[in-house]
Nanobody, 126 residues
Framework: QVQLVESGGGLVQAGGSLRLSCAASGRPWSTYAMGWFRQAPGKEREFVAVAAVRQTATNLYYADSVKGRFTISRDNARNTLYLQMNSLKPEDTAVYYC?????????????????WGQGTQVTVSA
C-alpha cells in the first residue's frame, strides 16, 4: 500500500522553527523525487522544495520564498523526507503536503507528482 504520512506541524511564533517529516511506504522511494508543497486558505497549492534524484545524485530545489530558511533532506534508508523550517514567518502559514513522483519534468508543478500525503497544518503567529 502506497502511503505518505506527514507529521511535525503545529503552532509556532514568528522567527521560530519546525521540522516536518514524511514517512513513505509502498514504493522504492529512493528512486523517486520527493518534495514539499503548501496550500494556504484561498490560494493554490505552491511548490516549497524538492529532493530530486538524477542517476546517483540528489539535487535540491527551493522556492525563492523559502531559500535560506528551509532545508529539505531525505533518509532513503528510513524512507523518510524532512523539511527543516527556520525563521518562520506568518506568510508560511499553510497546510504542508509531502509529494512524490517517478518521472518529474517540472519540479514546481503539482501535476507532475503521483503520490500525496494528507497534509499537516503549520501556523505561524505574528
Amino acid at each position: 500500500q502506497v502511503q505518505l504520512v506527514e507529521s511535525g506541524g503545529g503552532l509556532v511564533q514568528a522567527g521560530g522553527s519546525l521540522r516536518l517529516s514524511c514517512a513513505a511506504s509502498g514504493r522504492p522511494w529512493s528512486t523517486y523525487a520527493m518534495g514539499w508543497f503548501r496550500q494556504a486558505p484561498g490560494k493554490e497549492r505552491e511548490f516549497v522544495a524538492v529532493a530530486a534524484v538524477r542517476q546517483t545524485a540528489t539535487n535540491l530545489y527551493y522556492a525563492d520564498s523559502v531559500k535560506g530558511r528551509f532545508t529539505i533532506s531525505r533518509d532513503n534508508a528510513r524512507n523518510t523526507l524532512y523539511l527543516q523550517m527556520n525563521s518562520l514567518k506568518p506568510e508560511d502559514t499553510a497546510v504542508y503536503y509531502c509529494a512524490a513522483g517517478g518521472r518529474i519534468v517540472v519540479v514546481t508543478s503539482p501535476r507532475d507528482y503521483d503520490y500525496w500525503g494528507q497534509g499537516t497544518q503549520v501556523t505561524v503567529s505574528a
